[in-house]
């Protein structure tokens, strides 16, 4: 399957399969005037597997959003058909209003404009707690 | 400008620092009976306490200081949808230092966020309840003499108990800390505490469901309530309430100079029989938890 290469933009690589439809929807890709593929199950000698997204524009990335989704990602900087930056994430140590806790004691379920602020407390098993009642943030 | 909001606020030195000024006020009582004077403490308790609130009161009241405040959410601003923060700024140009309570887990570290006086916690849902956890050093400290070299059993409601949580995070600081913990099943300790701080911290521990079988090699038996606002099923509540009850037939295996603490209100864990029994420290430690109050309010107001 081919999909056009970009002139100027951003091709975000090695995406785990199956996280590229979360990171296009948590960085709102879908709301840009752009063409944006995402390609999904690629081959990948690497992963076996991976997602990529191209983006045909230059745009500001959320790194704390990518790097809570998914720390394994290159991020490509392209510009006039050639790459002239590629970078990697890592896992942020605070996300803002990324996730919500859960817990239904804690103050932000009374409180609701406050911002959801989450801490990353073991970096190695990438878990993050709540920063007002400490409450693990479970994806399930 | 200080505020203590979860016990890991403060570090070791500032902890024995405190306990060492508690120890001075309990020696010179007259020394310190106006060094708060012109001062006011709120004490805005969100949720209803009587222990905690008027131990803060008495501790002011002997540092020659006043108090004001309000003693549950239905008779402060909160009633009429008011957030956190806007009744803290409030209070905050009423006082010099507040005391808050309120059920929701992170309201004080929200308050402490816009406040422009000192936030004490004092207790905030299940979460943390900083000053029980330095009465209880205090005590340990007044009882035992020393802080490191204990085996502590936990006993009840390990769960939900927030004085265990914060007591067992302070405690794993010192040397040579074992801890004995003993609940029922649905009461164990949260893995976040076993995986945050004991493991962390290569405490060692062990988990037990028989008061029994562990009370001879216990230096320290913290005994808790198991709380009927923390559930939100009644037949859960029910079921586990009396699970544990300290009588002097649990007590014949234990050391002599073994000492029996309780955060109180007791309910029936600890049997009646229990209370004259010298090693019972329970109404000791309450007197003990208006002392390290004296000593925190005067840290955060930076009075020497």
């Known amino acids: 399957m081919n999909i056009d290469s970009i002139k100027n933009g951003i091709v975000i690589d090695h995406i785990k399969a199956k996280n590229g439809l979360e990171i296009f929807n948590a960085l709102k890709l879908g709301e840009l005037d752009c063409s944006v593929a995402i390609i999904t199950n690629a081959k990948s000698k690497k992963m076996g597997r991976k997602d990529i997204i191209k983006i045909d524009k230059s745009i500001d990335l959320d790194l704390d959003i990518l790097g809570y989704i998914d720390e394994d990602i290159t991020i490509n900087i392209i510009k006039d058909d050639i790459r002239v930056d590629k970078y ?17 004691r804690c103050i932000t379920s009374s409180e ?27 994806q399930n | 400008m200080r505020h203590l909001i979860d016990i890991k606020d403060l570090s070791i030195q500032e902890i024995d620092e405190l306990i060492k000024v508690a120890n001075d006020i309990i020696a010179h009582p007259d020394k310190y009976s106006e060094k708060c004077h012109n001062k006011k403490l709120a004490t805005l308790f969100f949720e209803p306490s009587t222990r ?27 009633a009429k949808g008011e957030s956190v923060s806007d009744t803290i700024r409030t209070v905050g140009c009423y006082s010099d230092i507040i005391a808050m309570r309120h ?44 802080l490191d070299n204990l085996t502590i059993g936990l006993c009840g409601d390990l769960k939900f108990g927030r004085t265990v949580h914060s007591l067992v995070t302070a405690m794993s600081q010192y040397k040579n800390i074992k801890f004995v913990l003993i609940s029922p099943e649905e009461l164990k300790i949260p893995e976040y505490l076993k995986e945050g701080v004991l493991e962390k911290n290569n405490i060692e521990y062990i988990q037990t469901d028989s008061i029994e079988d562990s009370i001879a090699k216990l230096d320290i038996l913290y005994m808790t309530r198991v709380q009927r606002e923390r559930f939100f099923n009644e037949e859960d509540y029910l079921r586990l309430k009396d699970y544990y009850i300290l009588d002097k037939e649990k007590l014949k295996n ?5 000492c029996i603490m309780h955060p109180l209100p007791r309910v029936n864990e600890i049997s009646t029989e229990v209370d004259d029994d010298p090693r019972a420290a329970y109404f000791r430690q309450v007197r003990y938890g208006k002392y390290i109050r004296m000593a925190l309010i005067l840290k955060l107001l930076e009075i020497e």
């Open chain 1, 112 to 138: 609701q404009e406050l911002d959801q602020i989450f801490v990353l407390t073991d970096k190695e098993n990438k878990k993050y707690r709540c920063k007002y009642c400490e409450t693990l943030y479970n």
């Open chain 2, 103 to 146: 059920p929701k887990e992170g309201a004080p570290l929200v308050a402490s966020i816009k406040s422009t006086v000192p936030i004490i916690n004092a207790g905030d849902g299940g979460h943390n309840h900083p000053t029980q956890t330095l009465t209880d050093l205090l005590t340990i400290y007044r009882e035992k003499q020393r």
């Open chain 2, 52 to 78: 905690t609130r008027l131990s803060f009161e008495a501790a002011m009241m002997e540092l020659g200081g006043n108090v004001i405040g309000f003693s549950s959410a239905s008779s402060s601003s909160t």
């Open chain 2, 254 to 258: 234990a050391k002599d100079d073994l």
């Open chain 1, 88 to 104: 990697h994430v890592e896992a942020p140590k605070e996300i803002v209003n990324i996730i919500k806790c859960k817990n239904p």
